[in-house]
Each structure stands twice: as structure tokens, then as C-alpha cells.
């Protein structure tokens, strides 16, 4: 498959979208939006996740495990 028609990569995931990403579930990706752990973008009354801050989601999680062994 050429660049050309390459389908784009995704730049903005609905919560659930982002839940199966991260392989939790749908309740556990909206409490950890309200702790302030996964960080989100609005636009207009919708919360989109970036790939970056599913990243620093996954890096949050690998410290937090490490400091506890």
C-alpha cells in the first residue's frame, strides 16, 4: 500500500476508543479523565484523547508500577 493511500493516521480517540487501546474499560478511562491521569482535548461538549496523552497515560502507569517494586 503506497503513502498515497494509506488510510491516516487516527489523531483524536473517543473515550472508548481509547479505553480499547488501552485494553480497560470504558468507566475506567472516564475516571481516570476526572482524576486528571488521562488528559483530553474539548471540542465543543466532546472529550477526544490524543495518541501522545494515551502515551503518557502508559508511561504514568509503567513509574507508578516501578515504584512499587
Excluded: C, D, F, W
Excluded at 19 to 39: C, D, F, H, N, T
Amino acid at each position: 500500500m503506497s503513502p498515497a493511500t494509506a488510510p491516516a493516521e487516527q489523531l483524536l480517540y473517543r473515550p472508548e476508543e481509547a479505553a480499547k487501546a488501552l485494553r480497560i474499560g470504558r468507566s475506567m478511562v472516564y475516571e481516570e479523565i476526572r482524576l486528571g491521569r488521562l488528559q483530553t482535548v474539548r471540542i465543543g461538549r466532546r472529550r477526544l484523547v490524543p495518541p501522545e496523552y494515551i502515551e503518557q497515560y502508559a508511561e504514568l502507569l509503567k513509574r507508578e508500577a516501578e515504584a512499587t517494586t
